[in-house]
Every structure is written in structure tokens, then in C-alpha cells.
């Protein structure tokens, strides 16, 4: 008697929005730790690590012209909304002003972190450098550089992230790239990079390939989530996070999503348009659920209690860790 082929169960797009709203709510039931763990071993440090000399490589510039009018032509929508809400664009001092205040949040942030050995590139497009990067990077293996590190340096050459002007941190190269001149995104940029370069058996670069892997980048994006929104509440005393949190929330909601529609597939015939108006969604509705826990949750510096149902939760936890162990 012959078995029948197992196949993936198609999900509806009404199921997908509830799975998002499941998951968020299970992720939400605590990003921020008891305490914040400087470093990179597993047991961490209750003090900031600091650096004896700042090896972080800054470099600071600005895409070539073509770039520059294809981001122009990217961004006319979001600028066109910001006008429309009446918030108009910076001026060139209160720009440079943020640009400088973005770097020097992720140079704390790492610094504090023993990461001291990072490139750190403000609009900065060049594939060549970044290709001599690739090739000088001794952490990762050879088989992972001119493999996954390939693929990741065709990307970035292919879809400059400063059209995008979206911050990201390639491990293969070890760079953060820094385009949206937004404290908060390099914060949690940041603190991807920490995760990356965390002490694993592994090594950095089979870590780096597994976010090939379904539902390992969710993981990866909920720890470096609770890392930064930790960092915020206790090293920045609570400063940042009324940003962080939509933020942090709003990419989990993302992740929550495409990692979903990775593992099971929309029901046959869905238009094509309905994956990314549902990453869309996820990303909303982590947005919305970051503000709610933020004002959830109270400011270190005030010194009130927590709501009630906090606690139950909290206690919950408590109790689950319990069992476990």
C-alpha cells in the first residue's frame, strides 16, 4: 500500500493575521530583562566593558548622483506623507545635527559592548571596499565568506541600502551601515551586530548563514530586540524608549510574518500583492503593540509600579522558568 506524499497545508491570509497577532502577543511578554549584560560571552558583564582604544572604523559620505536620484524617486512618498502631516524635512544643521546623534548612540552602544573592532559606514556606497572587506575578515571560515558572504556583498552592490536609507549590519564584512539618521534603528542595528558577534560553537559565520534558515531570523531579531530595549532602560535609563519600542516591535511584527510565509504557503490563487501588504500588517501591528507596551511599561527615572496585569505576567514567567529548569 502506497503513502500519500505529505504536503504543506496552505494558509488563508486571515489565518496568517491571526498567527501574527499570536505570536506577538506570546513575544510580548517581556522584552525587557531584570538586568542588562555588557559583552559578548554568555554570561556577560553587569558593567559597561568600555575600550581602552577605539578601534571602531568611522567613515562618512554620500551615494554617487545616479543613487542619489533613484533614492529620491524611493523616498518621494514617504516625504510627500511627512508634509502632508506636517512634518517637513530637516533642515542641512538639524540633519547633521541627527546624523551625528546617530552615530555617536551606536558608537556607545558598542563600546559599551566590548565591540571595538567594527567598520561603521555613514552613507557610505562602495562595493569594492566593502569586497576587501569581505576577504580580510579572519573571524569567518572561507567557506561561509565566499559563499553566504558573496551572495550578501551581490546584495548590497545590487540594492544599496542608501536608497532604502535603511540601516544594516553585514557580519561577513562585520560593517554597520548607518543610512536612516535615526538613534533608535542604530541602536537596534547595533545590537543585531552583538548578536552576531556573540560566542557561539559555531562561529560567527554558520550563524550568519542559518538566517537563511526559517524562523531563525525571528529568533534573532526577538534577542536583539529585548538586548536594546534592556540597554535602553538600564544604561540609558530609560531614555529612547518611547522609539525603540515601535521600532523593535514593528520589525519582530515583520519578521513574525515573512518567517511564517516562509514555512507555510498562501492558499492557491491569492494575488500576488497580499504577501507584502501582509508583512505590511505585521509591521503595523508590532508598531502598534511597541507604543501600547511602552506606555505599559513605567520610565526607571518615575519610579512607579507596574500595572497589574504586568506583574501577573511577570509571574507567569517566573513560575514557566520554574518548570523548566
Not at 558593567?47 to 533613484?70: D, M, Q, T
Not at 569586497?131 to 573571524?139: A, G, I, S
Not at 502598534?288 to 511602552?294: A, K, P
Request: net charge positive; proline share 8%.
Amino acid at each position: 500500500m502506497q503513502s500519500r506524499p505529505q504536503t504543506v497545508q496552505p494558509i488563508h491570509p486571515r489565518q496568517a493575521v491571526w498567527l501574527v497577532c499570536l505570536a506577538l502577543a506570546c513575544i510580548s511578554s517581556g522584552c525587557i530583562s531584570g538586568n542588562y549584560r555588557y559583552g559578548l560571552t554568555r554570561t556577560g558583564s553587569a558593567e559597561p566593558l568600555g575600550s581602552k582604544s577605539n578601534g571602531l572604523k568611522i567613515s562618512f559620505g554620500e551615494p554617487p548622483a545616479h543613487l542619489a536620484r533613484v533614492e529620491k524617486v524611493i523616498q518621494f512618498p514617504r516625504d510627500s506623507i511627512r508634509k502632508l502631516s506636517g512634518r517637513p524635512p530637516l533642515e542641512p544643521d538639524a540633519q547633521q545635527a541627527r546624523r551625528s546623534e546617530t552615530v555617536e548612540q551606536a558608537q556607545e552602544y558598542l563600546l559599551a559592548n566590548g565591540l571595538d573592532e567594527l567598520y561603521i559606514d555613514v552613507r557610505t556606497y562602495d562595493p569594492r571596499e566593502q569586497w576587501q572587506r569581505l576577504r580580510r575578515n579572519d573571524r569567518v571560515s572561507p567557506l561561509f565568506r565566499y559563499t553566504s558572504g558573496s551572495l550578501s556583498w551581490l546584495r548590497y552592490t545590487l540594492l544599496p541600502r542608501t536608497v532604502f536609507r535603511s540601516d544594516n549590519f553585514d557580519p561577513f564584512t562585520n560593517t554597520l551601515s548607518l543610512n536612516s539618521d535615526d538613534p533608535a534603528r542604530a541602536i537596534i542595528e547595533s545590537a543585531r551586530a552583538k548578536e552576531f558577534q556573540r560566542e557561539r560553537p559555531i562561529g560567527p559565520g554558520a550563524y550568519a548563514t542559518l538566517q537563511f534558515v526559517p524562523l531563525v531570523p525571528l529568533i534573532h531579531e526577538t534577542r536583539a530586540a529585548s538586548d536594546a530595549l534592556s540597554y535602553s532602560q538600564h544604561h540609558l535609563q530609560g531614555r529612547m524608549l518611547d522609539q525603540l519600542y515601535p521600532q523593535a516591535y514593528a520589525r519582530i511584527g515583520s519578521a513574525v510574518v515573512s518567517e511564517t510565509l516562509s514555512v507555510f504557503t498562501l492558499s492557491p490563487g491569492t494575488p500576488f500583492l497580499v504577501q507584502p501588504l501582509l508583512i505590511g500588517s505585521g509591521n503595523l501591528t508590532g508598531r502598534s503593540l511597541g507604543r501600547w507596551m511602552f506606555h505599559e511599561t513605567p520610565s526607571p527615572l518615575a519610579g512607579q509600579p507596574r500595572s497589574t496585569h504586568l506583574l501577573l505576567r511577570e509571574t507567569h514567567l517566573r513560575s514557566w522558568s520554574s518548570h523548566l529548569d
